[in-house]
């Protein structure tokens, strides 16, 4: 193995990011003998909070982000924020192995469907979306229901718009003023599924246990490891994530979500290009976590085996929950609890999670729902 990209101990990893994916990141990095920069527009944001040191810019700072470039030894990303542009200007000053590529597709909805389609994976039928004319038109050929979303800044997952029938073209003005947007098929979903996939410099690549996902109002509120599927399914999916991993030219963690149909059809929704909320299990459920192989692929060490270590289900915590999930810290010691120390949470906002090892699954999703919290 080439060690000519080994980033050793000692040198200093740089995160642009400073949510709780860039936090775990850093707790990754920090035990594996780094030093860690996060560069973020909030002060004392939830990654600072763990690492060496913090520049407090905005991500289109460029003299901020080149002199967070000198700092670091090497630069990794976990947010959305950050234009693609920006990455490839700063390669030319410090390593980023996840590259650009996977960025600037997974921030363009149309370009992120043919990305998927070259490869021969499935996507909901869809269309590109410049005005209500073009929509009149287009949802005959797509059908109702059927979804607009927003072209651009996925990171905000209420730009969307479900459709019912053509009364509900009018309230798509709104949206389509911000700019193209994307018509797809309602995908009549059973399980929402996702598989988080690592890849490193010398194209080694290795494939985290498949989960199922429960979502809420667009937030992600459980994750259920490994998911409820067939084998025949299970190994389709993990396939899908193979596929797109080799097909990447960085190095890192990539998360994949897909659609599933009553049928056992698989639709890819949408691809990650770093870690992903729904692999948190991963830091109790597997032998090595999504962030402790993300550091390792940046940094040039080679992929560990991936084991399964537990069977799990993983809740989300959101700022409204808080004050009862602090109840269940003495009354369930077998729990995992993980918070982001954020001070100031919107309503909403995940603050937390928990993630909990078992092997009778639906006794622990009843046992999470008995505490009245979530419903």
């Known amino acids: 193995m080439s060690l000519s990209n080994f980033i050793e101990p000692g040198k200093t990893i740089g995160i642009i990011g400073g949510g709780q994916l860039g936090r775990m990141l850093a707790f990754s990095a920090k035990k594996m003998g780094y030093i860690v920069g996060v560069f973020d527009p909030e002060e004392h944001c939830s990654a600072a909070q763990v690492a060496d040191w ?14 967070f470039a000198m700092k670091s030894d ?18 030319q000053t ?5 590259g650009s590529e996977l960025l600037a597709i997974t921030q363009d909805r149309i ?12 996507v909901a039928p869809y269309v590109s979306i410049i005005s209500l004319e073009d929509l009149k038109e287009s949802v005959s050929s797509i059908g109702y229901p059927c979804v607009l979303k927003a072209l651009y800044g996925r990171a905000n997952q209420k730009e969307k718009i479900v459709l019912q029938d053509e009364r509900d073209i009018q309230k798509c003005a709104g949206l389509l003023r911000t700019g193209t947007c994307v018509l797809e098929s309602w995908i009549p979903i059973e399980r929402e599924l996702s598989v988080m996939t690592v890849r490193n410099e010398n194209g080694e690549t290795g494939i985290f246990p498949v989960s199922e996902n429960i979502y809420r109002g667009h937030q992600l509120h459980m994750s259920i490891t490994p998911a409820r599927i067939d084998e025949e ?12 991993a080799e097909q990447t030219e960085g190095a890192g963690v990539i998360g994949v979500e897909i659609f599933m149909t009553s049928s056992g059809t698989l639709y890819v929704n949408e691809i990650h290009s770093f870690p992903h909320e729904s692999g948190y299990d991963t ?3 597997c032998s090595f976590s999504e962030f402790d192989v993300h550091i390792r692929a940046i940094c040039g060490w080679p992929l560990p085996t991936l084991k399964e270590s537990a069977k799990s289900v993983m809740v989300n915590v959101l700022s409204e929950h808080m004050e009862a999930v602090k109840t269940q810290i003495r009354i369930k010691p077998d729990w995992h609890f993980h918070f982001y120390g954020k001070k100031e949470a919107k309503k909403n906002e995940a603050v937390g999670h928990i993630t909990i090892l078992t092997d009778q699954r639906e006794k622990t999703i009843d046992a999470i729902y ?6």
């Open 370 to 375: 008995d505490t009245d919290i979530w419903e």
């Open 283 to 285: 830091i109790e459920a």
């Open 74 to 91: 090497v630069v990794t990303y976990a947010t959305e924020k950050i234009d693609a542009e920006w990455i490839d200007r700063l390669k």
């Open 54 to 67: 913090q520049m407090k810019a905005a991500f289109d700072d460029e003299e901020a982000l080149m002199a």
């Open 111 to 122: 370009l992120e469907k043919a990305h998927l389609e070259l490869h021969n994976l499935n």
């Open 233 to 244: 399914v299970r190994a389709e999916v993990e396939r899908i994530g193979h596929i797109i």
């Open 94 to 98: 410090v390593p980023v192995p996840q």
